[in-house]
């Protein structure tokens, strides 16, 4: 089920939202609510996969039980090692199977992906090994499971660490300016998918596709082509973001604050800088769970250094997917800030322009490639935006796509960049300022309007993909 879509702003979320304040009186009949929830909320789009979820709820509970009654640090770790592994054999049978099966030469199974795979089984994992390092206590399979699958994080994040929200599942506090707040940070995720994400995507998909036939039937000029990308990258922020967005907003309607997974990613000034802003959640479970384990960066020797971030960065593109286009993506990025790190370019250039320009650049490119169905696609859409494949640089069609879009594109850029945080510090600085009131007073008007405009949109048919269902 889709936070964008009719059946969940419509049905299911006011409802849960209103049997939870019809339980206000019992937290532990919330939480009862939530778990249930949350499990027909999965079942809605994996009805069968619903079971692999639950397995994986009662198998790491288990564990970690296990692990903590355990006094040896030998059996504690073997125990350990095999959660893990367990975690991702499943992870690798569901995801990864058909791809290795292929490189081998052997026809695969083909078994759909299980939505939100890798969200919840890192999840499960984090929970586990907190619990191994003693930074958690074991927790009941019941309190565990909410944490799991929690809808509001479950199909794509932000990966949280139990340790952030344990305390919050037995003693959250809800009042109307959380709530308000939620229901406002939601309502401008949605806004986010539906009118910027849902645009981009339109132009986006049709530019691949078109490059995808080849040369002889369908040339892409270089300008089509750079609209194209630049339209993905767009498309893949504004999507991932609103998602986590309304994660964000519908924790605190239910009185839980997330962590926040996104912080204006396109300002970066590197691309060290861009993935501390990118997907934080699953950069910070990296470095905790993988980079720090094997030493980091803080090891005698740099060869070791760098073993650590390529492995890092290997996962990193594996995670997203199986397919050589995610790998070479991964390894690339574990390049530039391999680059970065040892020649420190990016601090050399005196503009603040350039390296911002050079960020951007390399964003693009690389989102190209983790956009291309296969990196013989990919290469394809390189020569087309270098205009080497024969087929000029002026696009009509560009020109057409740019017209009609042009307002969607230039909020896209705009709200890159954080106006809207600076807009929103200037006109409620002074809480008793005339302006203020004026703010104050138009704001729910506003959300409204906007939740309405989204729902029109919703009821109209509107193009509605989701990137982050396929990882």
Same mark, same amino acid.
């Given at each position: 089920? /889709? !936070?964008?879509?009719?059946?969940f702003?419509?049905?299911?979320?006011?409802?849960?939202?209103?049997?939870?304040?019809? +339980?206000?009186?019992?937290?532990?009949?919330?939480?009862?609510?939530?778990?249930?929830?949350?499990?027909?909320?999965?079942?809605?789009g994996?009805?069968?996969?619903?079971?692999?979820?639950?397995?994986?709820?009662?198998?790491?509970? @288990?564990?970690?039980?296990?692990?903590?009654?355990?006094s040896?640090?030998k059996?504690?770790?073997?125990? &350990?090692?095999c959660?893990?592994?367990?975690?991702?054999?499943?992870?690798?049978?569901?995801? %990864?199977?058909?791809?290795?099966?292929?490189?081998?030469?052997?026809?695969?199974k083909? &078994?759909?992906?299980?939505?939100?795979?890798?969200?919840?089984?890192?999840?499960?994992?984090?929970?586990?090994?907190?619990?191994?390092?003693?930074?958690?206590?074991?927790?009941?399979? !019941?309190?565990?499971?909410?944490?799991?699958?929690?809808?509001?994080?479950?199909?794509?994040?932000?990966?949280?660490?139990?340790?952030?929200?344990?305390?919050?599942i037995?003693? *959250?506090?809800?009042?109307?300016?959380?709530?308000?707040?939620?229901?406002?940070?939601?309502?401008? $995720? +949605?806004?986010?998918?539906? /009118? =910027?994400?849902?645009?981009?995507?339109?132009?986006?998909?049709? @530019?691949?596709?078109?490059?995808?036939?080849?040369?002889?039937?369908?040339?892409?000029?270089?300008? /089509?082509?750079?609209?194209?990308?630049?339209?993905?990258?767009?498309?893949?922020?504004?999507?991932?973001?609103?998602?986590?967005?309304?994660?964000?907003?519908l924790g605190?309607?239910?009185?839980?604050?997330?962590?926040?997974?996104?912080?204006?990613p %396109?300002?970066?000034?590197?691309?060290?800088?861009f993935?501390?802003?990118?997907?934080?959640?699953?950069?910070?479970?990296?470095?905790?769970?993988?980079?720090?384990?094997?030493?980091?960066? *803080?090891?005698?020797?740099?060869?070791?250094?760098?073993?650590?971030?390529?492995?890092?960065w =290997?996962?990193?593109?594996?995670?997203?997917?199986?397919?050589?286009?995610?790998?070479?993506?991964?390894? #690339?990025?574990? @390049?530039?800030?391999?680059?970065?790190?040892?020649?420190?370019?990016?601090?050399?250039?005196?503009?603040?322009?350039?390296?911002?320009?050079?960020?951007?650049?390399?964003?693009?490119?690389?989102?190209?490639?983790?956009?291309?169905d296969?990196?013989?696609?990919?290469?394809? !859409?390189?020569?087309?935006?270098?205009? #080497?494949?024969?087929?000029?640089f002026?696009?009509?069609?560009?020109?057409?796509?740019?017209?009609?879009?042009?307002?969607? &594109?230039?909020?896209?850029v705009?709200?890159?960049?954080?106006?809207?945080?600076?807009?929103?510090?200037?006109?409620?600085?002074?809480?008793?300022? %005339? /302006?203020?009131?004026?703010?104050?007073?138009?704001?729910p008007? $506003?959300?409204?309007? =906007?939740l309405?405009?989204?729902?029109? %949109?919703?009821?109209?048919?509107?193009?509605?993909?989701?990137?982050? !269902?396929?990882?």
């Open positions: 089920m /889709l !936070f964008s879509s009719i059946v702003l419509c049905i299911f979320f006011p409802a849960v939202l209103l049997l939870y304040y019809l +339980l206000a009186f019992s937290r532990f009949c919330q939480n009862i609510l939530l778990l249930l929830a949350s499990l027909l909320f999965y079942a809605w994996e009805p069968v996969y619903v079971f692999l979820m639950l397995a994986s709820i009662v198998g790491n509970s @288990v564990f970690a039980i296990c692990i903590e009654k355990q040896g640090e059996a504690r770790k073997i125990l &350990l090692i959660t893990i592994t367990a975690n991702l054999a499943v992870l690798f049978v569901f995801k %990864y199977m058909d791809f290795v099966l292929g490189i081998a030469g052997i026809n695969g083909n &078994l759909p992906l299980p939505i939100g795979i890798s969200f919840y089984t890192f999840q499960a994992m984090s929970y586990v090994v907190d619990v191994y390092r003693r930074k958690v206590k074991a927790e009941n399979p !019941f309190y565990v499971g909410l944490y799991i699958s929690f809808f509001p994080q479950l199909i794509a994040g932000p990966i949280i660490q139990y340790n952030v929200i344990s305390e919050q037995r003693s *959250r506090k809800t009042d109307f300016n959380l709530f308000s707040l939620g229901i406002s940070r939601f309502t401008v $995720g +949605l806004g986010k998918k539906i /009118l =910027l994400a849902n645009s981009f995507a339109a132009i986006a998909d049709h @530019v691949f596709e078109w490059s995808s036939i080849g040369t002889e039937r369908m040339a892409v000029p270089a300008m /089509l082509a750079w609209l194209g990308s630049i339209a993905y990258s767009l498309q893949i922020y504004y999507d991932f973001s609103a998602y986590s967005d309304m994660a964000i907003g605190m309607c239910f009185g839980f604050r997330f962590p926040e997974n996104f912080n204006y %396109y300002i970066a000034v590197s691309i060290s800088d993935w501390k802003r990118w997907h934080i959640s699953l950069t910070s479970w990296f470095r905790e769970y993988v980079y720090f384990p094997l030493g980091g960066s *803080r090891v005698k020797n740099q060869d070791y250094m760098v073993r650590n971030m390529m492995t890092v =290997l996962l990193t593109g594996i995670w997203h997917g199986a397919n050589w286009t995610f790998l070479l993506w991964g390894l #690339l990025y574990f @390049v530039f800030q391999l680059a970065e790190r040892f020649f420190e370019y990016p601090q050399k250039m005196k503009s603040p322009f350039m390296r911002h320009f050079y960020t951007l650049m390399v964003v693009n490119a690389l989102w190209v490639i983790f956009r291309a296969s990196l013989y696609q990919a290469g394809r !859409f390189f020569l087309n935006m270098l205009g #080497l494949n024969n087929n000029g002026y696009s009509d069609l560009a020109v057409m796509l740019i017209q009609e879009n042009l307002v969607f &594109l230039a909020l896209g705009l709200f890159s960049m954080p106006f809207a945080r600076s807009m929103n510090e200037c006109l409620f600085r002074n809480p008793g300022s %005339y /302006l203020n009131k004026i703010c104050t007073a138009l704001y008007a $506003g959300m409204l309007a =906007l309405i405009c989204c729902v029109s %949109y919703l009821a109209s048919g509107t193009y509605n993909p989701f990137i982050y !269902f396929n990882f």
